[in-house]
């Protein structure tokens, strides 16, 4: 069975690699020059296993007014009509009931997907900076640490293994919190969560399947249309020619509503644009990952060097701003943490990507309407995290659909 795999990022890339596992003869398609080139390629690096709190919840309600009026540093918006039927989507899902829902339907997801990873580090021959590093969000004042609570009791009733820490407990797990400027309330630290480069694993896994002769990829490459007839589709459009195959598996993140809407398909992606910033370390960089809820930055330290992420900027496919907002993180990452890493260095690497982000968190995995069409998108800020069990999942789709 000839598969056809629609982006070469961690999520296609992983898709393409279960596929083979299958016996499936698989082409992968992406219109960047090499595997990993858009949000796989310098994302936070975390695997956050532990940590998939929905960001859809009753308590984002109350703060629309300030995102709406430009008071949040770290959230950026625009309206758009494609935003405004979003939201009202995202606004549905921000009730008690489905934050729950949604969370534990990640939750799942993510333990599966560390399994997973667990299973590829022991075949995989190469290295991309895997670490088991543990992680700390850092809660800066008693209503975070009390719904931090609530969140951490539904979850570890469901097999996840994290806790509560005081200010003086998560000192004494990262010492390097000892130059952070603001007060810290407390902590949620998991020692299991991981660290690791996503562009690093998927060129690495692209240049092994291509070895094995199961995987080809066709990079520099535009698909700009699916073609359906009766109900099927079976051809997807690359440089103006048809390509034909059994199936085909759209993983374009944050570009996939653009391919599936040629045959009248709403995957509900939005693009979150996120951005970082890669240093030297400092003299007190840490060693486990940190996350700075109230800033929604995040700390991770990768072989050499500190990557520190964040922002999530509702704007479209709007890049116009990128220097202004990986110049302000910069100067935010300074503020909170100084000594984390080298902020004077000319080796500065920023870098901003798209999310791709559904309405309730949850990804889109699995068939479509249309027989031999599948998808694997919708991954939000966990693309990374989830993708080994979606990739998984949709692999299992395609063969059990044939």
Known sequence: MHVVVLGAGVVGVTTAYYLSRRGCEVTVVDRARDVGDGASFANAGQLSYS????????EFLTHIPALMLGRDEGVQVRL????????TRFVGQCTRKHARENTLAVLKIALRSAELMAELRDVLPFDFWHRKAGKLVLLSNQAEVDAAKSTLELKRSHGCDTRI????EAMAVEPALQQVSEDIAGAVYSKSDEVADSQKFTAGLKDWLEATGTVKFRLSSDASKLIARKGRTH????DDEPLEADAFVVCMGAWSHELLR??????????VRGYSITLPPGEAAPSVSMTALRHRMVYSRLNGHVRIAGFADFRGFDTSADNERTKLLLELARHYAPLAADYDTHDIQPWGGFRPMTPNGRPRVGRTRSKGLFVNTGHGMLGWTLACATSYDAAQAVAEAH
């Not at 758009?80 to 939201?87: A, D, I, Q, S």
């Open 262 to 271: 040629t045959v009248g398909i709403n995957p509900h992606v939005f693009p």
């Open 80 to 87: 758009t009509p494609e935003l405004v039927t979003w939201g």
């Open 235 to 238: 051809a997807v459009v690359v």
């Open 51 to 58: 940590f998939t709190d929905s960001l859809a919840k009753p």
């Open 165 to 168: 820490l005081s200010s003086g």
